[in-house]
């Protein structure tokens, strides 16, 4: 971790690079309050200030000049997001004063921080976990309320009490077999392997390994197209969708000459949406361009919702595990039996068509799964696999009536899993990729 230095005060921008009413850049790191004092209009009062205050005041340069009116709010050491002595600037937003403000810091002997240091530095002194670490980078990139909800509950600790509580079940039943092991047979009653106790843990490892679908639905969302013929209504569905008018709507055939995309939210899942050109044979060279990349987004779309005009029933494509179809035009002429009809002009039907759409994406999350602990991250994910594995062998080897030996390092495999699921059991490789891919200011 020779990238994070944490001897060193470092300083980052938490806020966005751009002109705001406020910004506000942190300080971290043993002396800084000492540091900052010298270019500081009241060093006094802010030397003295106790923690969790905040200082009123001015920050001047080398040559005594005023740089901005400032707040600095301050963490004294053992508190405060890093856990170590930390000042929060909160100055005008104008990026002269903030680009000022960072120089100033860079030429005192401080270091502009790397990517997700502020909270590398949490984590190492224990402020948080591995989980909640990487928590706190899923909140900051969330692009749903589905999304930040869950994101906050990790946040909180609610995945590593979860994990804390499988830990503590492994090592009730790694315990009893290190105890075997420890004495001879005739000192120790007859042994009874708790199979049971370890078939309910490979179950409940399983069902916490089994939400990263969910996780990973809400955190990357999905890409719906609406394809169709030309002149079906596809553009008047894509505008009723966003609530705006967004797609350009005409009676004349190939209005649609390329895709068009937006953002929406359907049932807590974060969409891409797409209008895109109607599939037709055509002359013109601009509109067959359109078509290509019309199959082209129907090919790597989650889901494609194929609208066909009630009015003129053309080719009509089989549903599939990523094909809906949809009558348009249901005002106009009626479609019978459950099929699933809509008027993309008065809106009916378009109700039940979210729901449809909703239940499609939703159809890879186990069943009983959509609970309020889920993981995300691929590397939790991988390691709770890692550890099901393990304790997989482990109960094999028991049914198999294999020597206690070879069963305790499944076990003790099963346990370093979970141990680096929380930092416990970490490598410097490890925790740079996690922290690397951090904002900096975090």
């Known amino acids: 971790m020779s990238r994070y230095d944490t001897q060193d005060i470092i300083y980052a921008l938490a806020t966005p690079w751009a002109r705001s009413g406020l910004a506000v850049i942190r300080i971290s790191g043993a002396g800084c309050k000492e540091a900052l004092a010298p270019y500081f209009s009241r060093p006094a009062a802010l030397l003295g200030a106790p923690n969790a205050t905040m200082v009123h005041g001015s920050l001047i340069d080398e040559a005594a000049a005023r740089i901005d009116e400032v707040v600095l709010a301050i963490n004294t050491d053992g508190h405060g997001y890093t856990a170590e002595e930390a000042i929060e600037i909160s100055c005008h937003g104008s990026l002269a004063v903030i680009q000022a403000i960072l120089a100033l810091l860079g030429r005192i002997g401080m270091r502009s921080a790397e990517a997700g240091e502020f909270t590398f530095r949490a984590f190492l002194h224990g402020r948080v ?234 159809r890879s999350i186990p069943e009983g799964g959509d609970e309020e602990l889920v993981i995300e991250g691929e590397r939790q994910w991988r390691l709770l696999g890692g550890a099901k594995g393990a304790l997989l062998r482990a109960l094999h080897l028991v049914q198999a009536d294999a020597v206690l030996d070879v069963v305790a390092v499944e076990l003790g495999e099963a346990l370093s899993n979970l141990g680096e699921l929380t930092g416990e059991v970490r490598s410097d490789d490890i925790l740079e990729r996690i922290f690397s891919g951090f904002c900096v200011g975090k």
């Open 129 to 362: 976990d591995l989980t909640q670490a990487e928590a706190v980078e899923e909140l900051v990139s969330s692009v749903s309320q589905r999304s930040r909800s869950l994101s906050l509950s990790r946040l909180e600790g609610k995945l590593r009490q979860r994990i804390d509580m499988l830990k503590d079940t492994l090592l009730t039943i790694l315990a009893a077999v290190e105890v075997q092991l420890d004495y001879a047979e005739d000192e120790l009653d007859e042994f009874v392997f708790p199979t049971q106790a370890l078939t309910d843990l490979i179950a409940s490892i399983g069902s916490l390994a089994d939400t990263y679908q969910i996780g990973r639905l809400y955190k990357r969302g999905a890409k719906v197209v609406l394809a169709g013929s030309t002149n079906v209504g596809k553009s008047s569905l894509f505008n009723l969708l966003l609530k705006e008018e967004r797609s350009i709507v005409s009676p004349y055939r190939g209005t649609t000459r390329d895709y068009i995309e937006a953002d929406l939210e359907v049932g807590g899942i974060p969409i891409r949406l797409y209008d895109t050109a109607g599939l037709r044979e055509s002359e013109d060279l601009v509109e067959q361009e359109g078509v290509v990349r019309s199959e082209r987004l129907i090919g790597q779309a989650d889901l494609v919702i194929h609208l066909v005009d009630s009015t003129d029933l053309g080719h009509i494509p089989e549903e599939d595990g990523r094909t809906i179809v949809v009558y348009n035009k249901s005002d106009l002429a009626r479609i019978g039996g459950d099929k699933l009809a809509i008027s993309a002009q008065s809106g009916e039907g378009v109700a039940r068509l979210l729901e449809v759409v909703e239940a499609y994406l939703k």
